[in-house]
């Protein structure tokens, strides 16, 4: 069991987030249960315990291949681990921010 906490993202360019801390999160359930669980859009590791942190206020826009969680994995297999903090935000959004990472003010 783990404690977990998700970055919901509503916009990135007008860094409208919230954090939202889960206590006992069982890191041996599917990606996909933990989505369900808070809702169904994207996951993505933004920092865990003891590492690095991003220069951009809103997410890490690197190794998207590795961080972002897959759906038939493990919250473990994933790399989630206690004091995970996660991003969640809506995938398309996140291509189109991506592409061109400015923010508003």
């Known amino acids: 069991m783990a404690t977990v906490t ?3 993202i509503r916009s990135f ?3 409208n987030l919230k954090h939202v801390v889960y ?17 169904n859009d994207t996951l993505k ?5 003891h590492g690095s942190k991003s220069n951009d206020p809103v997410i890490n826009l690197e190794n998207d291949e590795g961080l972002i969680l897959k759906d038939d994995q493990t919250l473990a297999d994933s790399g989630v681990e206690d004091e995970t903090e996660i991003s969640f935000f809506k995938l398309e959004d996140y ?11």
Not at 24 to 37: A, C, G, I, T
Not at 45 to 49: A, F, L
């Open 6 to 8: 998700v970055r919901l």
């Open 23 to 39: 206590h006992e999160v069982d890191l041996s359930q599917s990606v996909s249960n933990f989505k369900d669980f808070i809702k």
């Open 95 to 105: 291509e189109v921010y991506k592409k061109n990472p400015h923010l508003a003010w």
């Open 45 to 49: 590791i933004s920092h865990k315990p």
């Open 13 to 15: 360019e007008h860094r």
